[in-house]
Structure formats: structure tokens, C-alpha cells
């Protein structure tokens, strides 16, 4: 099964899980199939992440993986919304490597799909910082 993680980190932290995955490549004792069949794709803040995955895109994903349209009209079509604004969440999504566009060839439409059979969030969002003490700013009152 193909999964795409879709995580919240801070970009340091980013970074430092990148270096790690790059010198474990190199290593020569590393299994291939050790890395699976996963992908994932981290954003530095909820906000950010909310930007790019709003629930418009979302429900268009779900619509692409569900109906496998042939074509950007057919899958405004499934959800109801203007091409040209189908296509442009289309470009951002196949940006991210969420959806793959096949160009269809000369004189055809571009066909949409998602390489995944499901999506998972992986979201750590904490309610308090560390050093806010809460039993000094909550009342029951």
C-alpha cells in the first residue's frame, strides 16, 4: 500500500531528517526495501500547511482517487468548480507531488491521478508552550 505521511515540523528539524535519510542511502548495508512504500511531506506550520491543503483540495484529491477522471473537466465536473480554478489547484497539488498530471499528448486533455492509496496526517499541535504555566491561567470560575 502507497502512503503519503504529511507531517508538521519545524524546518531545522526538516533538514537534520534529511541529512539522516541521505547518509543512510549511502550506506551500503542499507536494504532498499527497508524505506517502503511511503512518502512524506513535511510543512514548517499548521498554517502553512492549510495554505497549500485546504479542504477544497483536499475534497479534490479524494474526487481524483475515487472517479480516476480523464481529463481537468471531467474532474471539475465531479466537484462541482470552475476549470481554470481545478487547474491551478491541480499545478499546486502536482507540485507536491499529491497528484500526477499525464500530459496526455498533443491534442489531448491532461489526465490527473493520485499515486496513493491513502493520506495521513501526522499533526503534533500542541495547546500550550512549555513554559506557559496552566494551572496559573486556567480557572474554573
Known amino acids: ?15 537534520s531528517e534529511a541529512l539522516d535519510v ?3 542511502i549511502d ?20 498554517d502553512v500547511m492549510t495554505t497549500h491543503l ?11 482517487a475515487k472517479h480516476d477522471p480523464d481529463s481537468v473537466r ?10 481554470g480554478d481545478v487547474s491551478r489547484d491541480l499545478q499546486r497539488l502536482s507540485g507536491l507531488e499529491i497528484v500526477e498530471m499525464d500530459d496526455g499528448g498533443t491534442g489531448m486533455p491532461s489526465k490527473p491521478s493520485v499515486p ?7 499533526i ?13 491561567t486556567a480557572s474554573a470560575d
Open 54 to 64: 485546504s479542504a477544497t483540495r483536499l475534497e479534490l484529491v479524494r474526487a481524483i
Open 22 to 24: 541521505a547518509q543512510a
Open 27 to 46: 550506506d551500503p548495508d542499507q536494504e532498499p526495501e527497508a524505506w517502503g512504500d511511503r512518502r512524506v511531506i513535511s510543512f514548517p506550520s499548521y
Open 74 to 83: 471531467e474532474t471539475a465536473e465531479l466537484v462541482d468548480r470552475d476549470v
Open 116 to 122: 496513493y492509496e491513502r493520506i495521513e496526517f501526522n
Open 1 to 15: 500500500m502507497t502512503t503519503l505521511e504529511i507531517t508538521i515540523k519545524p524546518l531545522d528539524d526538516v533538514r
Open 124 to 136: 503534533d499541535y500542541p495547546l500550550a508552550d512549555d513554559d506557559i504555566d496552566t494551572d496559573a
